[in-house]
């Protein structure tokens, strides 16, 4: 789809809304003005049923027919939602064929055939906020929900298309809208009586919801985007052992040959509904063998650098190495928890030599003792004892959290300029960037490059 320019609603798309491949259905969907003149041109239905005859939300049965041929293409069935009562609030023809790869994709050369247009990424869901059928925030949490990893995720990504975000985000710019007419009037109409408010009063409270809101944000892109957390540690210290403990599955190869992992391995774990994104790293050595060796401990370091979380492991069952000093030297700053391996077997680790003020924790990745209180420690350095609120708006998106930290500073900055008495132009300006950031939440001041850069990431069909 061409865009950066305009944004036409005049045509009708259409596309694949069902991923490619064998499976029960594959879904053709249409939307716009020439929807049902486009079926009609395709479909022949089954039975006595006139061709014309397209009663809305109804599935019929019948095949779609190649004009050109007269050929049968796939027996299909069809459904006709006139608008406004649509995903789009435009007309929408959905084409319900085998699954498949050849028909779905011949079912839609017919139609663009017919003269629809292939319609871009996400252009179905941009054309509903076009519309006013959700705004920016709703159509962003159904890429969520598309995307979703874990119940909570997907708890969090509902709850944001259903409003919960955007109605605190409005309320919040309808407050502000009244506190910028207040002192615009002031500037404007200096002689005349205008209703008094405390706007530093107003601009407290205004400013404390934005505090709570931003309260909520690291965990609730947490729990949407996950943690990346890097398993690392010397070769044999039982790093791929871990991985599927925490898996419960055997994901990686185990063997008692050190240096077996060569690449990095990713695996999700849902973690009390939190998507921990687990990367087993070939073992840091300081002389690798191979080139192969060698690219595996460039990964290596690599995942490490881009970790939320390391996982440090050692060997409980043997004095620590000088490898191991090195790697745990590389943690730095980072977020990190050592975990101190084969607690079964004898122990032989001098914990003193370990780094002051490092959370540690034993395990046996072999027997799964101290697993779980592996996960809690996990839990409690992710979320610092806190879950996710229930029936609340949370932030979730760091596009989202960014405009509220941009309103936030505005705000405080309009309050201080009241408070310090400085002149209102002074105090509206801050104001009026306030308002700017809450609209990019919700799409009121979101410009075309903001849109482009957002549905751009949504797949062809949705």
């Keep these: 789809m061409a865009r950066g320019l305009s944004y036409s609603l005049d045509d009708t798309i259409a596309a694949i809304s069902t991923p490619l491949g064998e499976g029960g259905i594959g879904i053709v969907r249409l939307s716009g003005p020439e929807s049902a003149g486009i079926l009609r041109r395709l479909f022949r239905p089954a039975g006595k049923r006139a061709d014309a005859d397209l009663p809305p939300r109804q599935l019929i049965l019948g095949h779609i027919i190649d004009p050109a041929s007269g050929q049968k293409v796939d027996e299909v069935l069809v459904s006709f939602m006139p608008a406004p009562h649509t995903y789009t609030r435009q007309d929408v023809v959905e084409i319900n064929c085998h699954g498949g790869i050849v028909a779905t994709r011949r079912v839609l050369e017919l139609c663009l055939l017919a003269g629809a247009r292939l319609a871009g990424p996400g252009e179905f869901t941009l054309r509903a906020f076009l519309n006013g059928r959700m705004d920016l925030a709703q159509a962003e949490a159904v890429l969520d929900i598309v995307r979703a990893r874990t119940s909570a995720g997907l708890q969090v990504a509902v709850g944001q298309l ?58 609730g892109i947490i729990y949407r985007q996950g943690i990346r957390t890097a398993i690392i540690g010397r070769p044999n210290v039982g790093k791929s052992s871990l991985l599927n ?45 191979d080139p192969i060796e060698e690219l595996g401990m ?81 839990l409690d350095m992710v979320l610092g004892g806190h879950v ?27 309050r201080a300029s009241y408070v310090q008495g400085l002149p209102a132009d002074c105090i509206s300006i801050d104001l009026s960037e306030a308002l700017d950031a809450l609209g990019q939440i919700t799409g009121e001041t979101a410009d075309e490059e903001l849109l482009d850069r957002i549905f751009s990431e949504f797949c062809i069909g949705k």
Excluded: W, Y
């Design 162 to 219: 259903s409003g919960a975000l955007s109605g605190r985000v409005r309320a919040l710019r309808q407050r502000l809208l009244g506190v910028q007419a207040h002192v615009v009037a002031s500037i404007d109409f200096p002689e005349d009586e205008i209703p008094q408010i405390d706007v530093g009063t107003e601009l407290g409270h205004i400013e404390r919801e934005l505090v709570h809101l931003l309260e909520t944000a690291d965990r």
């Design 298 to 378: 460039e990964r290596s370091r690599a995942a490490l650098e881009t970790a939320d979380l390391v996982l440090a492991v050692v060997d409980g069952s043997m004095p620590l190495q000088p490898q191991d000093q090195a790697i745990l030297e590389l943690l730095g700053e980072r977020p990190a928890l050592i975990v101190i391996n084969k607690c079964d077997l004898p122990q032989a680790l001098d914990e003193s030599a370990l780094p002051a003020g490092r959370p540690r924790v034993h395990i046996s990745a072999l027997t799964g003792q101290g697993l779980p209180e592996l996960e809690e420690r996990i």
């Design 245 to 289: 403990a925490l898996l419960r599955t055997n994901r990686a190869i185990v063997t008692p040959i050190p240096g077996t992992t060569r690449d990095t391995v990713e695996e999700t774990l849902n973690l009390q509904g939190i998507p921990l994104v687990l990367v087993d790293t070939a073992g840091l050595d300081r002389a690798p063998r």
């Design 388 to 414: 996710m609120p229930q029936n609340e708006a949370v932030v979730s998106s760091p596009r989202h959290k960014q405009a509220l930290s941009t309103a936030l500073e505005s705000v405080r900055a309009a």
